[in-house]
């Protein structure tokens, strides 16, 4: 439900290209009050997504790796998966060619 | 979604290596991952036909896939989609391509396992996360055609 709304998605593309950055400056380029970007924030932080820190008067933002690093550890599994087959296939394919060789002869 | 691209060069012909990929009797001497037994290797290999492997791992696990096959091309090109029975693995349909070329050595195979979709890459993709992705996947690319 978190990534439902445009302005939510907005705000995580904007923190891909510049993380840690301060609410007022991640609330810029949105034609929205500051109170509802920290509502959106709100929202993303209970999702997981992103933690907000305090120090002093600002409040820093930044993702969260740890959904992005899920990702990658899941595209890795199918990546081994499927390289251990394309060994096996290879000296599979690799034997048949052998005998294919061995009969033209 | 997203999508995975592995490339080996095989030092066997393509016509020998399109039917290991595409024959019951090729499928079951590798697609089961480890030295666990292909049970159902069935195979339909036409445009339209179907495709059914169940293989055990060697933690007793049975697993099976099934699809269709969209194109065929001997001894170019397949495309098929593929489908967990049971949706544990990957809830969707996916789709894997494979594409052989003629090299001196033999055969240079270039796999791409495609619309793929899990929890965690719908979510990445949501969030804007697909160039990262898009990253990993040249680098294992680069990693894989040594």
Known sequence: ?105 | MTSLTLVRRIKARPQIVFDAVTTAEGIAHWWGPDAGPVLVAEVDPRVGGRYRVRFRLLDTTEHESSGEFLKFVRPKRVVMSWRWAGGVEDPGESRVEITLKAISEGTELTFTHSQLHSEETTRSHEGGWTGALDKLEAHLAALTAV
């Open chain 1, 1 to 105: 439900m978190a990534l439902v709304d445009p302005t939510r998605r907005a705000i995580l593309a904007q923190l891909e290209r510049t993380d840690g950055v301060s609410i007022s400056e991640l609330a810029k380029p949105f034609a929205i009050r500051l109170p509802a970007v920290m509502k959106h924030l709100g929202v993303l932080a209970d999702a997981g997504l992103v933690t907000r820190s305090k120090s002093g008067r600002t409040v820093t933002v930044r993702l969260r790796p740890r959904p992005m690093r899920e990702a990658m550890e899941w595209l890795r599994r199918y990546e081994r998966f499927w390289s251990t087959r394309l060994d096996r296939l290879a000296v599979y394919a690799e034997s048949k060619e052998d005998e294919a060789r061995r009969k033209d002869r």
